[in-house]
């Protein structure tokens, strides 16, 4: 059975990094689009970044654009997304998803594939 599990998340301060993983199993993502979404409480999940199956294309939230950072090591079936100058306004719980259908997708209704979430925590 597919399944994607997400670690790296935390309580940092504001302007500091983490790193969030996501390592995949049951089946090889090597020719998926992997994304990230994240949610806060209350509000919808929304789209973060994404990497297309080779890692040559990525796309990004325009309020991330700058700070993180998605990459990919396909024989490690693991993504990662590098968070730098993280805010206040970036705690959420952390999504990795996994889609062999639309490239790039940034809607979650795309991604049939989901992680339980990982939580960051940014303080002021």
């Known amino acids: 059975q597919a399944q994607l599990v997400e670690s790296g998340g935390g309580l940092v301060q504001a302007g500091g990094s983490l790193r969030l993983s996501c390592a995949a199993s049951?089946?090889?993502?090597?020719?998926?689009?992997m994304g990230w979404f994240r949610q806060a409480p209350g509000k919808e999940r929304d789209f973060v970044a994404a990497?297309?199956?080779?890692?040559?294309?990525?796309a990004y939230a325009d309020s991330v654009k700058g700070r993180f950072t998605i990459s990919r090591d396909s024989a490690k079936n693991t993504v990662y997304l590098q968070m730098n100058s993280l805010k206040p306004e970036d705690t959420a719980v952390y999504y990795c998803?996994?889609?062999?259908?639309?490239?790039?997708?940034?809607?979650?209704?795309?991604?049939?594939?989901w992680g339980q979430g990982t939580q960051v925590t940014v303080s002021s």
């Open positions: 990497i297309s199956w080779s890692g040559r294309d990525t």
């Open positions: 998803s996994a889609t062999g259908g639309v490239v790039l997708a940034t809607t979650p209704r795309m991604y049939p594939y």
């Open positions: 049951g089946r090889t993502f090597s020719r998926y689009t």
